[in-house]
């Protein structure tokens, strides 16, 4: 029992050297690497009947299958308080609920304003900019030319422009 324990020792000293700088490229630092040397001679040497039988592949193989374990561990880590407060502390890009019922107030305002439109301004309005379909086409739908689409969509979005800043923001409106 005794010159098989002092052959696996024999045989994982003679390997040490290289299969710590091996583990500690791996595990990223000479601590983890030695860590894991330390581990990977507690598996070789609990199985010596079977490591005696290829000793140096044996060991290597263990030495490869703990660099590969380590290195699933690192990439589902828990993340540190730090790192937690840092996510905490990134700003919020949504809107506020503030924010979105300022628009949907303002939107709704909007909707009134096209309501008091011509209807063949605000049909041709909407087939340019909500439905975006070519000028050209619309001026067939509408038996006008492409220049009078073009200023209908001026017009339409300059008299919108004006009623919407007529009344101020819609915010006004709410706390009216």
Do not use: F
């Given at each position: 029992?005794?010159?098989r324990d002092d052959k696996l020792a024999l045989i994982f000293m003679r390997e040490r050297a290289g299969?710590?700088?091996?583990l500690s490229a791996r595990a990223g630092s000479s601590e983890d690497g030695e860590d894991l040397a330390q581990e990977a001679w507690i598996r070789f040497s609990r199985n010596g009947a079977q490591?005696?039988?290829?000793?140096?592949?044996?060991?290597r193989r263990i030495v490869?299958?703990?660099?590969?374990?380590q290195g699933r561990a690192s990439s589902r880590r828990?993340?540190?308080p730090l790192e937690i407060e840092d996510l905490l502390a990134l700003p919020d890009d949504s809107p506020s609920p503030e924010e979105t019922l300022n628009a949907k107030s303002e939107l709704l305002r909007l909707i009134d304003i096209m309501a008091e439109m011509p209807e063949r301004r605000r049909a041709i309005l909407v087939a340019a900019r909500l439905d975006e379909k070519p000028h050209r086409e619309i001026a067939e739908a509408h038996g006008v030319s492409t220049r009078t689409v073009e200023l209908e969509i001026r017009a339409a979005i300059e008299y919108c422009s004006r009623r919407l800043s007529e009344n101020g923001p819609a915010t006004d409106k709410i706390k009216r």
């Open positions: 029992m005794k010159s299969l710590s700088r091996y490591a005696l039988k290829a000793p140096v592949p044996y060991l490869r299958n703990l660099a590969i374990d828990r993340l540190t």
